[in-house]
């Protein structure tokens, strides 16, 4: 079937399967790597991209479902002319990944957050990655990258 996506303010005309995932769409048609697979059954969160600013699971939703509902990857946070995003220094600041394959839905969730929340307690923080696996054990790290781009 054909429709319509919205990435990172650009429409596309997606031709995929009822049922395909939104994560297979961005990697396999549309060249997004941001998000990771991880799981694959929405535990991990290694795929999160936002779907109007709220953090989604694009490994369990079908691209499909989404038309009408604009999506931010990973790609989408930079400015046009590549400035990085707050998140994203803060992130190298702390050197928050090791392999960083979780970092890219990490980051994602943490600007969800920080939309709601600007001044997030550590509390918040670990709550709103609390179903955000990172199998190097970077979470201090990563909770100290969004202190310092809440600052
Ligand atoms: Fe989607 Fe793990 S790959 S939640």
Known sequence: MAFKLTINGKTHVIESEEDTPLLYVLRDELGLNGAKYGCGVGQCGACTVLREGAPLRSCIVPAA?????????????????????????????EQAGQ???????????????????????????????????????????IVRAIQRAAK
């Not at 038309?67 to 600041?93: C, M, N, V, W, Y």
């Not at 307690?121 to 990172?134: G, T, V, Y």
């Open 65 to 93: 479902s989404l038309s009408g509902h604009p999506i931010t990857t990973l790609e989408g946070l930079r400015a046009p002319d590549g400035t990085l995003h707050a998140l994203q220094k803060a992130f190298l600041a």
């Open 99 to 141: 392999c960083a394959y979780c970092i890219p839905g990490m980051i994602l969730a943490a600007e969800a957050l920080l939309r709601a929340t600007p001044q997030p307690s550590e509390m918040e923080i670990r709550a709103a990655l609390d179903s955000h696996l990172c199998r190097c054990g970077s979470h201090n790290r």
